[in-house]
């Protein structure tokens, strides 16, 4: 069954607050094998600037999440998470996060699209602070295979 074209377009309620916590930012650094200082001491961090550790680029995943949650839970988009594969993500950044960020997230599909027996969404999560200002917007096309 393909997904739901009418999805393209459709803006999804914005997500709870997500508090950025410095012990998460040094956990997913580590993860993510990020050997900068600045994503894992304070100090280093304020010498370059900054109010806090940095988070890696890809540390909006973890906020993104939240909105294609939403996404994969909608009734009418008939997306069968069994069937998901990633297919791309990508990040544009206004500015880098840091610990104590307050971020929220509004999900936009952009695109639907078939290809055979396929689907591929493309989700756009603009991601704010806590006055509203842009810090990342994270793209993730999701590819949904079709019936075998």
Known sequence: MPVNPELQG???PPTS???VGREKVREFSR???ATNPINLDPEAARAAGHADIVAPPTFAVVV???TLAQLLAEPDAAIDFTRVVHGDQ????TRPIVAGDELTATLTVASVKSLGGHSMVTAESNITDATGAHVVTATSTLVVRGDE
């Open 64 to 66: 993104q999440e939240q």
């Open 10 to 12: 459709r803006v999804f």
């Open 90 to 93: 990508r990040f544009s950044y």
């Open 31 to 33: 993860a993510v094998f």
């Open 17 to 19: 607050p997500y508090l």
